[in-house]
């Protein structure tokens, strides 16, 4: 895919930023890439390093290893890059990196979406039905196949091939959605108890928020699995405004 002026513009940002922070560090810089996906801001980054002549390993990496076979095949003449599987909520202190670029990723993380309403703690559930007759037209295969609602529940059941990723969008098309409040024991949704210690000091407000226990995961896991000296530079953890939550279907959007 031509790469963008968006994914340009982002990469030179995180260089110079990569560039200040090796004027304190001596060693060779291993950059690690969570989340890489095509590769497309990867690049940009990768030349901007070579143009300067950086001494660099970097890696990208991606959850899906099918991924990671693509970014394989589009790195593979550079000596200095390499392509793994990585899942940045689990260790990978074998790859000892000092620099962890997360671009586009903390805000892909599951969240729950809970109220917090008189000292009561609520989660807001959505469940789906397909509408009736559903049908969806799979263009990834000659000749094109109807697709019915049994078909969509299979496919949405098992792990989803790159090539068939354009249909999310169309059976998205065909459910309906549904919200539902319930009572959830902070515990269960987060056993670290960051959470509970948050309520506690916030007992007297009333308020909605996303809360994904995930994302506390990975950034200690970060922490645990980077060199000594590490950089982590992250972009669009999220977008928000001061005023975003005020209303129950701004949050459920």
């Not at 529940?153 to 091939?161: A, G, Y």
């Not at 249909?167 to 065909?174: A, G, K, V």
């Not at 009572?183 to 210690?197: E, K, P, Q, R």
């Amino acid at each position: 895919p031509r790469s963008t002026p968006k994914a340009s513009s982002a990469a030179s940002d995180v260089y110079k930023r990569q560039h200040k922070f090796q004027t304190n560090v001596t060693e060779k810089q291993r950059i690690l890439e969570c989340g890489a996906g095509l590769g497309i801001f990867s690049q940009h980054l990768i030349d901007s390093l070579n143009q300067l002549n950086i001494d660099s390993q970097y890696i990208v990496s991606d959850y899906s290893e099918e991924i990671v076979s693509q970014l394989e095949k589009k790195m593979q003449d550079s000596d200095s890059v390499s392509a793994r599987c990585v899942d940045f909520t689990t260790d990978f202190s074998h790859l000892s990196p000092n620099i962890i670029i997360c671009n586009y990723l903390f805000d892909t993380l599951p969240v729950h979406c809970l109220e917090f309403e008189n000292g009561i703690l609520y989660e807001w559930k959505v469940s789906a039905t397909f509408k009736k007759s559903s049908i969806i037209k799979d263009t990834t295969v000659i000749p094109f196949k109807d697709l019915d609602e049994s078909d969509m529940r299979r496919l949405l059941e098992n792990p989803i091939s790159l090539n068939k990723l354009s249909l999310l969008s169309r059976i998205n098309e065909c459910l309906d959605y549904s919200w539902s409040k319930h009572i959830c024991d902070v515990h269960t949704i987060d056993s670290s108890g960051f959470l509970a210690d948050f309520l506690s000091c916030n007992s007297n407000k009333n308020m909605l928020f996303n809360y994904s226990p995930l994302m506390f995961q990975a950034l200690d896991n970060i922490i645990k699995s980077a060199s000594a000296d590490f950089l982590l530079m992250f972009y669009n953890l999220s977008q928000l405004k001061e005023n975003q939550f005020t209303q129950i279907n701004d949050c459920l959007l």
